[in-house]
């Protein structure tokens, strides 16, 4: 009996917390966690998932979901073919990654966006807390400015002598840097104050302001996934999402971060700090620990992180386990997640 079907009927009798802990362990070996052992915050993330989620989960991890190539060696007969495109060798990888029919009907895009709608929001949310954070502080500081003005102005008549002398001294003042020449690859919301935060929709395309730069001199149109800017500070934040197959998550970072090298070098040119991040969701809900620490820099609490990495990896199984409970339809609506 192939190995495959082996492995298929023997989890048939293993428990929930069994099938858990076995492709946590799985996924370390495999290196989709980047090095970050799989612990409580894993299983507490698919512990949740209803039993028919994680029965897809469990078995898509493992290859043993009944793909066509997947039953064609278990049971030696039928097709191995793709039933939307002319693919001959039909695996889940195909089903949920390169099914040219797939892709060319928005099954992929689905999912992209609805992955993208969720980091969004997580963005917008960081940045309204960021200013209200913003604002108390300003009234905070404006009530103890009102108090201390009567002893400060007390204070200046005995300080003017003294500041006249250092005066005549002479001191050399130093120019600030330009802030488009600031290299740092870190960002905060306490960098300006008038942030635009865009995002490309299937129905809202993204479009960059021409203040920052003129797309159509480039190549082509650029719309990255999140595009967020200020014009007052010149600093310009891209991040652009990708939901690939576990394994290929490295090389899908690296060929987004190639891709978009002449949008950011454009733009740093016209003298705006650009900073490139590329954010990969795993199909089947592994997020790296790289991809966290994009996070990090809009001001996320760990606990928000927890949430925002459950809330990513539960949506990306749901509508990976919906493309593929609709592998074999060709008139296919995308449902609502």
């Known amino acids: 009996m192939p190995k495959t079907k082996t492995r298929y009927k023997k989890t048939r009798d293993m428990s929930r917390d069994e099938k858990i802990t076995e492709i946590l362990s799985l996924a370390e070996e495999m ?7 799989c612990g409580w915050k894993w299983k507490r993330m698919f512990e949740s998932l209803p039993q028919k989620l994680l029965s897809f989960w469990f078995n898509c991890v493992r290859d043993t979901l009944p793909d066509p190539v997947n039953l064609r060696e278990w049971t030696r007969q039928g097709s191995s073919g793709c039933h939307l495109c002319d693919e001959n060798e039909c695996t889940s990888y195909h ?15 689905w999912r992209h966006d609805a992955v993208l709608e969720i980091i969004h929001q997580a963005i917008l949310e960081s940045l ?19 108090e201390s003005e009567e002893s400060e102005d007390s204070e200046e008549s005995g300080e003017s002598e003294g500041s006249e002398e250092s005066e005549e001294n002479g001191s050399s003042t130093s120019v600030p840097t330009p802030s488009w020449q600031y290299k740092s690859s870190n960002f905060s919301w306490d960098d300006a104050e008038d942030w635009e935060i865009l995002i490309d929709r299937k129905y809202d395309k993204l ?35 990708t939901c690939p197959f576990e394994d290929n998550r490295a090389d899908r970072k690296a060929g987004k971060t190639e891709k978009y090298q ?19 969701v795993g199909v089947t809900g592994f997020i790296s620990r790289s991809t966290m620490k994009v996070f990090d820099q809009f001001g996320l609490e760990f606990e928000e992180k927890e949430d925002l990495r459950r809330e990513l990896s539960k949506t990306v199984v749901k509508c990976s386990h919906c493309i593929w409970e609709n592998r074999k339809k060709w008139n296919w609506q995308p449902p609502k997640i």
């Open 128 to 146: 309204e807390e960021s200013e209200e954070s913003e604002e108390s502080e300003e009234s905070e500081d404006s009530e103890e400015s009102g």
């Open 207 to 241: 479009k960059i302001p021409l203040e920052i730069v003129d797309v159509s001199n480039l190549s082509k149109m650029w719309r990255p996934d999140i595009f967020i800017y200020s014009l007052k500070a010149r600093v310009v934040n891209i991040l652009e999402l």
């Open 31 to 37: 290196e989709w966690t980047n090095g970050e052992e």
């Open 95 to 109: 089903i949920l990654c390169n099914c040219k029919a797939a892709l060319e009907q928005g099954r992929y895009t």
């Open 262 to 280: 002449e949008l950011v070098e454009a733009i740093r040119k016209n003298r705006y700090t650009t900073h490139f991040k590329t954010i990969e």
